[in-house]
């Protein structure tokens, strides 16, 4: 059996690595790398020690999402004519995911959909990202639910209840392996970071989706430029996203605040490390709020909808809106009640228990299994 894992960005990389690596002892596997976010995906495939067997080149400077889409189904076309797969093994709700799946689907060839049923039910939140995993629920041959949630949005679309695995989500095998190398070596420190006082209680900042740049974005920053000054015994910490839509407002309006540290975007590794020393996190990031919970790290989501509820539901986080009023509510009651924070630690992830691969490797591979119950 061969089986193409297609990654294009860092967050497809991190949930595909555990996969990559459980199937490759077992079957031929072929990776193959878009480049949709070129510079941060090619730092997580050299942490997990992966090299993509074709590699692509779709960013081009100010290309509209279609021109992008185009050039992907073109770069697909050619890898499955070259390569021949059995299974496309796609994963989560990228440009690139989609593309794989809808190329694959027109060769014939059976997609496996790693992350499949996560839902918000509004199509324009997350944009393009519930749209474009949608889509992958009517093309895919195996759909990889994270959670029994998903396992339900999936069956609500009239998804074959035989063709889905409730898995757990792969980022929790990431995360084991990540802490795992921490015993050889001490996680990564920001140079920014290492000559500060370690013993600052810390919030992680994030924010890039699309619909909150423009102003929503600029009041955010307002709102930490207040929540600042409202703890000054705090350190700040947000590491600015490369999109300049995202890196010209933050540093133009977030510059010089004596306990806001902006950082450059920083590798998966010193990303849980951050997360990992934080008391709270605020962002507008999916994967964050998988990967929060195995810290027992609250998180404030700055969005208006998530396709991530069992968070929620388990009282790691809570859903904010994207209104900056909102977001400084939340953030302010959660550093308020430090013995809520306090009670998380002993929770168990909602999210997945580690085993996350084993599951879809069993899976293609025609193996036993048992489902993930959460």
């Known amino acids: 059996m061969k089986v193409m894992v297609v990654v294009g960005t860092r967050p497809e990389v991190i949930k595909l690595a555990p996969v990559i690596t459980a199937l490759r002892p077992l079957v031929d596997t072929i990776v193959c790398s878009s480049g949709q976010h070129r510079e941060m995906l090619e730092h997580a495939m050299s942490f997990f020690s992966l090299k993509a067997d074709l590699r692509y080149d779709a960013m081009v400077p100010g290309q509209s999402l279609n021109a992008l889409t185009a050039r992907l189904m073109e770069q697909f076309d050619r890898a499955l004519e070259q390569v021949q797969p059995d299974w496309v093994l796609v994963q989560g709700d990228t440009t690139t995911a989609l593309c794989a799946g809808l190329a694959a689907f027109h060769h014939g060839v059976k997609v496996g959909h790693v992350e499949a049923g996560l839902r918000t039910g509004d199509l324009a939140s997350p944009f393009p990202e519930e749209a474009n995993r949608s889509l992958l629920g009517r093309i895919a041959t195996l759909h990889f639910a994270p959670t029994a949630r998903a396992r339900e949005s999936l069956l609500r679309e009239g998804v074959r209840d035989d ?11 990431a995360i084991n392996a990540v802490r ?3 015993d ?8 920014e970071l290492a000559a500060l006082e370690s013993e600052v209680p810390q919030v992680l900042v994030t924010c890039h989706r699309r619909e909150n740049h423009g102003e ?22 947000f590491p600015v996203h490369l999109n300049p839509k ?36 605020v962002s507008d990031s999916g994967g964050i709020q998988e990967e929060a919970p ?25 859903l904010a809106g994207r209104s900056d009023i909102s977001i400084e509510q939340e953030v302010i009651r959660w550093l308020e009640e430090p013995a809520r924070r306090a009670s998380l630690v002993a929770r168990s992830n909602p999210y997945g228990d580690g085993r996350a691969a084993e599951r879809i490797v069993a899976s293609l591979t025609g193996q036993p299994m048992e489902a993930f119950l959460g």
């Open 163 to 173: 063709t889905i695995v409730v898995t757990g989500n792969t980022v929790v095998d």
């Open 294 to 318: 195995t810290f027992g790290v609250p998180t404030v989501v700055m969005r208006d909808a998530t396709e991530r509820m069992e968070g929620i539901d388990a009282g790691y986080a809570t």
């Open 246 to 281: 995202v890196r010209k407002p933050v540093l133009e309006e977030l510059s010089g605040i004596a306990n806001l540290v902006l950082l450059d975007p920083v590798d998966y590794p010193t990303s849980l490390y951050l997360i990992s020393r934080s008391v709270l996190v």
């Open 184 to 191: 050889v070596a001490p996680p990564p420190v920001p140079a």
């Open 216 to 237: 929503v974005l600029l009041a955010i920053c307002g709102m930490l430029r207040r929540l600042c000054a409202r703890y000054p015994d705090h350190r700040w910490v």
């Open 180 to 182: 795992r190398s921490w």
